[in-house]
């Protein structure tokens, strides 16, 4: 998250100024819920790669890519994220749900880590 801090400030930052300068909301909450959510979506994709690679382990040693699973589950993710790109709704619903998931995701995905990866990270040949 160290590495994705910075840009998630950046860019959460670059759309509360352009909601303001658009003609903005009279709800001042909504510019925190942009912002919290894009912290929130940066701290799911950093949690979301290592978990999928902790879990899956998709790489040998030469660097390969030997896992199936590995391409489909960031497909889906990733087709996930296009669909929910063409719904519209309010900034207040869509983040509120975005941290939620967020959160619980993150809180899931570390404690399927701490108990599964031991007996999944192995070295693919």
Same mark, same amino acid.
Do not use: W
């Given at each position: 998250?160290?590495?994705?801090?910075?840009?998630?400030? +950046?860019?959460?930052?670059?759309?509360?100024? !352009?909601?303001?300068?658009?003609?903005?909301?009279?709800?001042?909450?909504?510019? =925190?819920?942009?912002?919290? $959510? !894009?912290? /929130?979506?940066?701290?799911?994709?950093? !949690?979301?790669? =290592?978990? !999928?690679?902790?879990?899956?382990?998709?790489?040998?040693?030469?660097?390969?890519?030997? $896992?199936?699973?590995?391409?489909?589950?960031?497909?889906?993710?990733?087709?996930? /994220?296009? =669909?929910?790109?063409?719904? &519209?709704?309010?900034?207040?619903?869509?983040?509120?749900?975005?941290?939620?998931? /967020? +959160? +619980?995701? $993150?809180?899931?995905?570390? +404690?399927?880590?701490? &108990?599964?990866?031991?007996?999944?990270? &192995?070295? &693919?040949?």
């Amino acid at each position: 998250m160290k590495v994705n801090a910075l840009p998630a400030v +950046v860019i959460g930052t670059g759309l509360c100024v !352009i909601l303001y300068a658009a003609g903005g909301t009279d709800n001042l909450l909504n510019y =925190l819920v942009l912002f919290v $959510s !894009i912290l /929130c979506m940066s701290l799911f994709f950093s !949690i979301h790669y =290592l978990t !999928i690679y902790y879990l899956l382990q998709p790489y040998n040693a030469g660097t390969e890519m030997k $896992s199936g699973m590995y391409q489909v589950i960031m497909s889906v993710t990733y087709l996930i /994220c296009f =669909l929910l790109m063409q719904v &519209r709704m309010p900034i207040l619903v869509f983040g509120i749900a975005c941290i939620a998931f /967020c +959160v +619980v995701y $993150s809180i899931v995905a570390c +404690v399927l880590v701490y &108990r599964f990866a031991p007996k999944t990270f &192995r070295l &693919r040949t």
